[in-house]
């Protein structure tokens, strides 16, 4: 027997017990609660990662089929004539001169 629990009647050492045992009762309920909560954060969470995922991977198919028809009527203009070929070489350059102003303003605003 405990220390605590030498000379005190039986009764009055139940009742402690009980007490203690109610307050640990309580701290664990305390503590589950807590966790519950926490776990149905996660969930909440975890469910609007998923729609946004679904979101982008939509929003990727849609650039892919976008990407893939642009680049048919480049390769379909490359292989109709001469014309159309110096018009795709000029857009080319066009679009790297682009780039690289672009990239210029960028950099010299960043520092």
Do not use: H
Not at 24 to 46: N, P, Y
Not at 50 to 79: C, E, H, P, Q, W
Not at 84 to 92: E, S, T
């Amino acid at each position: 027997m405990a220390d605590w629990a030498r000379g005190q009647s039986p009764g009055a050492v139940e009742e402690i017990l009980d007490r203690e045992n109610k307050r640990m009762a309580d701290s664990l309920a305390s503590k589950v609660t807590r966790l519950k909560s926490l776990a149905l954060d996660i969930d909440r969470d975890a469910e609007d990662q998923n729609r946004y995922l679904d979101g982008m991977d939509s929003d990727f198919t849609s650039m892919t089929s976008l990407l893939t028809g642009s680049v048919k009527r480049f390769s379909t203009m490359a292989r109709s004539g001469r014309d159309n070929r110096k018009l795709l070489c000029g857009v080319a350059v066009g679009l790297i001169v682009v780039f690289f102003i672009l990239s210029y303003f960028l950099s010299r605003t960043r520092t």
